[in-house]
């Protein structure tokens, strides 16, 4: 999960997981952000609500570790990490943490049993996108979300379908590449919607 501000701050290569989106987060440092990479899965942690609990302690930390004031946030994920930043979102202000203006969930893996999500505020900007191909989350996450988020009238808010193409298959593992069809599908949307967050 990669939630971002401005300047740069990279994240710790110890963490197991970075490796897989450094050419992401690559992109976005050189972009003028910067990424908080939260450990909230270490291999040894329970699954479930004990995972938000992760969460919230490495945001904790990790915001602040940055100067203040802090500039607009985009939270962005992919697969349980997109999960995770709903619940970052609709969490953040009872957190006491900077509330997202925008939330990109990347192939949502569905919703957290024992969790609290409150209603997401209907400021924040949402891009919900599943795969086509994707058998590993499918569409199941993306659906519970999209229903959780039908009660803010009036928000902005997409649920995409990437389709696959030649070359290009839209499976659960494809936001991990950075080829240019995969470029263009993920890393593109989470673009604008960093662009649009440093307009407000």
Do not use: C
């Amino acid at each position: 999960m990669f939630l971002h501000g401005w300047k740069v701050a990279p994240p710790s290569p110890s963490y197991p997981w970075v490796g897989q989106f450094k050419p992401w987060i690559d992109h976005l440092v050189a972009r003028g952000s910067t990424v908080v990479f939260p450990a909230y899965q270490t291999g040894t942690d329970a699954q479930g609500s004990a995972r938000v609990t992760s969460l919230r302690r490495g945001l904790d930390e990790g915001f602040a570790r940055l100067p203040k004031p802090i500039p607009p946030v985009v939270a962005a994920g992919y697969s349980y990490g997109a999960s995770l930043a709903f619940y970052y979102a609709a969490n953040a202000r009872a957190w006491r943490l900077p509330e997202p203006v925008a939330v990109d969930a990347v192939f949502p893996a569905g919703m957290i049993p024992g969790a609290a999500l409150p209603q997401l505020a209907r400021r924040a900007q949402v891009l919900i996108e599943v795969g086509d191909q994707d058998t590993v989350a499918g569409r199941g996450g993306a659906d519970e979300f999209w229903s959780w988020l039908s009660g803010r009238h009036g928000a902005r808010q997409r649920l995409v379908v990437v389709r696959s193409s030649a070359g290009f298959a839209a499976v659960h593992a494809a936001p991990k590449l950075s080829t240019l069809p995969a470029r263009r599908a993920f890393w593109a949307p989470l673009d604008g919607l960093v662009a649009d967050a440093r307009r407000r």
